[in-house]
């Protein structure tokens, strides 16, 4: 793997992971991402949400799962409350109804903080995946496979590479940002 696959991939890689992680964090309008990878116990095991039921949007702001085993549902119930989203689930016979309060002017601001603090660490990744690129391009340059001038392109090229990944991540930041905001 060349310097510039190996950054390009894990690019990528942490990218998508950011919009993933984003995704869960909740906005004024209600979305299925917020319930799907939360952990229930189901027959002693745990697993995702999604895999229990099928969540679906009910406008203006209320979120409902179709639980396809009536016995899955106390442990639902039990995962929602003690998750970090702060509502209760209402069992409304095989489904249950998860009602999104207004979000407060205190609460946003929380969201805000908690999103920029998310997308730090996930340029801290970018910055790690720099450096393990930069380390390729010496290592290539000691070993005599890169010239001088070839070098300094391939630092500037991987350079690029992260001012392109960082500008993905300020997008989805603040895209993120406005959603919550709304």
Same mark, same amino acid.
Do not use: C
């Given at each position: ?8 991939? !894990? ?7 950011? !919009? ?114 930069? !380390? ?14 070839? !070098? ?31």
């Amino acid at each position: 793997m060349t310097y510039l696959e190996l950054i390009t991939q !894990k690019g990528k890689g942490i990218v998508e992971d950011l !919009k993933k992680v984003l995704g869960g964090v909740r906005t004024g309008r209600p979305s299925p991402v917020l319930l799907e990878d939360i952990k229930v116990s189901y027959y002693e095991q745990m697993v995702p949400l999604k895999q229990v039921g099928s969540i679906g949007v009910q406008p203006p702001r209320e979120l409902f799962i179709q639980v396809w085993d009536k016995a899955a549902l106390p442990g639902i119930v039990k995962a929602i409350e003690s998750s970090s989203l702060n509502v209760s689930a209402n069992v409304d016979g095989n489904n249950v109804r998860i009602f999104l309060p207004e979000l407060s002017e205190e609460r946003r601001d929380e969201l805000v903080k908690h999103v920029k603090k998310v997308a730090e660490e996930h340029k801290i990744e970018v910055r790690h995946v720099r450096d393990e690129a930069m !380390k390729m391009v010496e290592g290539l340059f000691e070993s005599g496979e890169l010239s001088e001038d070839r !070098k300094f392109r391939a630092k500037e090229e991987v350079q690029k590479e992260v001012e392109k990944l960082n500008g993905m991540i300020e997008e989805a930041v603040s895209k993120k940002i406005q959603e919550i905001s709304e």
